[in-house]
């Protein structure tokens, strides 16, 4: 497949760098130094993938990271020249996949576009026969669709991980998942023994499904193996 790729940076250098190893590597490549012609591109480009520069000089990267969050749900990139930790998480929080500081090398940028194209081919990758795109549960429904969460009939706020540990769980109901196997598919990283992501997480979804601490209705962890949704 010939992967479409958003870039934005208003750093020209940068950009045309970034398109050059792209290109170079198979990627078919829309370049944008701005904001208002990047978000033209979203709506009318199939895209599989945009890597966004933090700064632009009209429009926040992060604010184009949240329109491309109210439609897709493919990876975005966020690109800064800064290195505080406020910034990273406020990438993160509103649904960017992963972060990269300038300057960087271009090759470790290549990687982790395939890296991210990869985990996201592989959540994706079901023939239509087999696609379902809704679970229903005691009350919880969760639509893949239309991206969006309701329990009893109100819309429940879930950040794009969120959703997507919550839709990885039901998609294996009666099966327990692993911590591991649930960050690797759902971050594209190697997971290490002490990441707690995972369960940070969990905490979140439980608190906004309104789960019991002792007794969890939907989201139900065993000891030492992993979570579980029963069927």
């Not at 090398?105 to 026969?129: C, D, F, G, H, I």
């Not at 099966?175 to 979140?204: P, Q």
Request: with cysteine; aromatic share 12%; net charge negative.
């Amino acid at each position: 497949m010939n992967e479409h790729i958003l870039i934005v940076d208003d750093e020209k250098e940068i950009a045309d760098l970034l398109e050059v190893y792209l290109k170079n590597d198979g990627y078919t490549v829309y370049k944008f130094y701005n904001g208002v012609d990047a978000l033209k591109c979203i709506e009318s480009i199939k895209l599989d993938m945009a890597i966004l520069d933090v700064m632009l000089p009209d429009i926040e990267g992060f604010k184009i990271c949240q329109k491309i969050r109210e439609k897709y749900f493919y990876p975005v990139i966020m690109l800064t020249a800064k290195v505080e930790d406020g910034d990273k998480i406020m990438g993160l929080t509103i649904g960017a996949d992963d972060y990269i500081t300038k300057p960087f090398n271009p090759l470790e940028v290549l990687a982790r576009v395939k890296t991210q194209l990869r985990r996201y081919k592989m959540y994706n990758n079901t023939s239509e026969s087999e696609i379902v795109n809704e679970y229903e549960l005691k009350g919880l429904l969760i639509n893949r669709e239309t991206h969006k969460c309701y329990l009893f009939g109100k819309e429940i706020s879930l950040t794009p991980k969120e959703f997507s540990v919550l839709w990885y769980l039901f998609d294996r109901q009666g099966k327990v998942v692993s911590s591991e196997e649930l960050f690797e598919a759902v971050w594209g990283e190697k997971y290490l023994d002490n990441n707690n992501t995972v369960m940070a997480h969990i905490g979140r979804l439980r608190e906004k499904l309104n789960e019991p601490a002792k007794k969890p209705k939907f989201i139900k962890t065993v000891w030492g193996v992993g979570y579980t949704i029963e069927k």
